[in-house]
């Protein structure tokens, strides 16, 4: 299977989209000419041409909304925000736009859009480009959203979020881009709300998704390695609709579970899953559940500070083991 | 220039050359069906049947009767939340309307909306929205569906004075002009955002239409009163717009009779009693019309009795379905929020949608 990175995965999975559904449209800052400010939509303009690949002026809201008016009305748009940090300026679109016309039409109205880009901290830009939205986004009953962590989930949930009939938000980093890894060529898809179990394990779970999720594979190496601890990771992919049943499988197989984002702990995703395993794997917890998540405080620009507000590996393998 | 002299200066555009007698009596009818229909909702309102907010569309009826005349079936409008009017003029029934504002499963929401989001796809009617201005984007992308599947229709985006000074409308006009969408944003300008007046919120050059000049786009002011000059101009415009992909802003005047929504109670005092009198004695867009069909002998004073009688009936007949439909049931608070969960598609079939107990 060819190696290809995390950017060229997305490109593929446009690029077959485009051309398999003339609906399909992608729109953003610097996305055609410039070959997108993350090279992720590299080659497009030229090859779809200027009527598809669409360069839109710094005017988020605008175009955000513009994509919810093109999807009612049966296309379907993929909008790009050069960081999800951008969409605060455009919420209004998306929470209450994207998120409830379904809801507010008694199902009249479609939305089948998709607004992707790069939320994440760690490369030093400061808290205003550093934000991770995904629970705000997941907070709202009608959007959907998904935060793929390797190369070939990127491809198959993109291929399935542009063929989903309602919004959903698309969560990159930028961190992740330039990750490589075995990615077919064509067309496939990777069904939203199914989780992948990416390391089998009996003593601890670790649940995360998206950059954490590379994080806690290698940690779970080190524990193995240096404690012989054997950890089973289940990687999330898609936060709602969410794979409960994989949690609450591997919970139920290890007793013991640490939940591991880069999101803030507050209402954070993982906030949620720990409620989820409160309430319905009480009984078969050793252990109280824990959490490593971004320390709570907003992005710091200084590197090697922002480097520990993020999970580490140390964070990850200190905290697994004031499970035992 | 008295009202009448208005009335009859665009009478001979073409586009009112072509408009039958048949058609200027539907279009009395219509105002009276919209005014009738909101006059009852206000008692009901305070009757406590209707709840929320409730923006009435009482003193602006040419406004969206005239738009959706002119309109052809590859056109698409959208509006803000003061929305029954536009509803009532493209067809939607005054039973599902008044169900919508009573709650009820029969509404055309299924109760999901309430007063500000009424919806009609099939109609080329797509709200019906809350936040001020929240809507002029989506506007631009029913503009741009339009021309993106190359169909030779404009859309139509109504907001009111008050949704000016939101940034999205200024970043629409630009986007809007830059790609040439065939779109006419069109500002009701009732003189107030909520309790605060045009002199008080906004800061212009003659007209709030002139808000285009710097975007390089077409523009125009109009007489909200005068159908005949309603007619003219928004044809013209939108002709432009479904033959040269040319976008216009069009601020027309008018006025609304009640307060911003029912529950602005203060609406006697930011505005003076005698305003709203002169308002309606004067200028009342209904009274106008009338009196210029009965001067082209038209219609007849029963005529109008007879109009009027109707609507009235309908607006009866609609409260009486409300009254008699079913609440919606408790299960259903949880159907139209994904498409997907609805149709039981295979993306539904696995994954949790839902976070809380859906057992009621």
């Known amino acids: ?17 485009l051309t398999r559904d003339e609906t399909v449209f992608l729109m953003g800052e610097e996305v055609a000419e410039y070959d997108g400010a993350y090279k992720v939509t590299k080659g497009l303009w030229e090859r779809f041409g200027s009527r598809r690949i669409i360069d839109t002026p710094i005017s988020e809201a605008a175009f955000l909304g513009l994509g919810v008016g093109a999807a009612m009305m049966g296309l379907r748009p993929i909008i790009e925000l050069m ?37 994440n901290g760690g490369t030093s830009v400061g808290a205003t480009h550093s934000h991770t939205p995904e629970n705000f986004l997941a907070n709202t009953p009608g959007l959907k959203v998904v935060a793929p962590a390797t190369p070939y989930d990127a491809k198959g949930l993109m291929i399935s979020s542009i063929r989903d009939n309602d919004t959903v938000c698309f969560m990159e980093n930028t961190l992740l881009y330039g990750h490589r890894g075995e990615v077919p060529e064509g067309s496939y898809t990777i069904p939203l709300g199914v989780a992948d179990l990416k390391r089998e394990g009996t003593d601890v779970s670790f649940i995360a998704y998206g950059r954490a999720l590379l994080t806690a594979l290698e940690a779970a190496q080190t524990l193995q390695a240096e404690h012989g601890i054997s950890v089973e990771v289940v990687d999330l992919r898609s936060l709602r609709p969410l794979d409960e049943e994989a949690i609450l499988n591997s919970v139920s197989k290890t007793h013991r579970v640490l939940l591991i984002d880069e999101n803030k702990p507050f209402c954070g995703i993982s906030a949620q899953i720990a409620a989820i395993i409160a309430e319905k794997a009480f009984d078969q917890l050793d252990a109280p559940v824990l959490r490593v998540t971004a320390l709570d405080a907003p992005a710091i620009y200084s590197a090697p500070l922002e480097k520990l507000q993020l999970p580490n590996t140390q964070r990850i393998i200190a905290k697994a083991l004031t499970l035992f | 220039m008295t009202a009448q002299k208005n009335l009859a200066s665009s009478i001979e555009d073409p586009i009112n050359n072509v408009f039958t007698s048949e058609q200027k009596i539907a279009a009395l009818r219509d105002m009276l069906r919209i005014r009738r229909f909101e006059q009852q909702s206000f008692k009901l309102y305070q009757q406590e049947k209707i709840g929320g907010f409730l923006h009435l569309y009482v003193g602006q009826e040419s406004v969206a009767v005239a738009a959706v005349g002119l309109m052809s079936g590859a056109d698409e409008m959208i509006t803000a939340y003061r929305d029954h009017g536009h509803a009532l003029a493209v067809g939607m029934s005054m039973e599902e309307c008044m169900a919508e504002l009573f709650g009820k499963a029969t509404g055309c929401s299924k109760g999901k909306g309430g007063s500000m989001h009424f919806f009609a796809p099939d109609k080329h009617y797509w709200g019906g929205h809350g936040i001020v201005a929240g809507q002029v984007p989506l506007g631009l992308g029913l503009a741009f569906a339009l021309k993106y599947k190359k169909i030779p229709g ?16 200024s970043e629409s006009l630009n986007l809007a002009s830059l790609w040439d969408l065939p779109l006419v944003f069109i500002i009701e300008n009732n003189g107030y955002s909520m309790g605060t007046s045009l002199e008080r919120s906004s800061s212009i ?72 009198h002169e308002y309606q004695k004067n200028h009342d ?76």
């Open chain 2, 285 to 360: 867009p209904i009274m106008l019309w009338e009196e210029q069909l009965l001067k082209e002998g038209v219609i007849t004073p029963s005529t109008m009795e007879s109009l009027d009688q109707a609507a009235k009936e309908e607006v009866a007949a609609a409260i009486l379905f409300a009254e008699a439909s079913p609440w919606p049931e408790p299960a259903s608070i949880f159907s139209d929020i994904y498409s997907e969960v609805d149709v039981g598609s295979d993306a539904a079939k696995r994954g949790t949608y839902f976070f809380s107990d859906t057992r009621l």
């Open chain 2, 205 to 276: 050059e003659g007209s709030l239409a002139e808000r285009a000049v710097g975007f390089k786009m077409e523009r125009e002011k109009i007489n909200g009163n005068n159908f005949y000059e309603l007619r003219a101009k928004l044809h013209n415009v939108m002709e432009r717009a479904r033959h040269q992909c040319k976008p216009s802003l069009l601020e027309i005047t008018t006025y609304r009779y009640y307060g911003h929504s029912i529950a602005d109670a203060n609406h006697k005092k930011y505005r003076s009693a005698e305003e709203i």
């Open chain 2, 154 to 169: 404009c859309a139509l985006c109504f907001l009111g004075d008050g949704a000016v000074n939101q940034g999205v409308f």
């Open chain 1, 1 to 17: 299977m060819p190696l290809i990175d995390y950017k060229t995965a997305l490109n593929q999975a446009f690029a077959e989209e």
């Open chain 1, 83 to 119: 960081f999800w940090s951008f969409a605060y300026v455009g919420f209004d679109q998306i929470i209450n736009n994207a998120g409830c016309i379904r809801y507010m039409s008694g199902g009249l109205i479609n939305v089948p859009m998709v607004i992707r880009g790069p939320a």
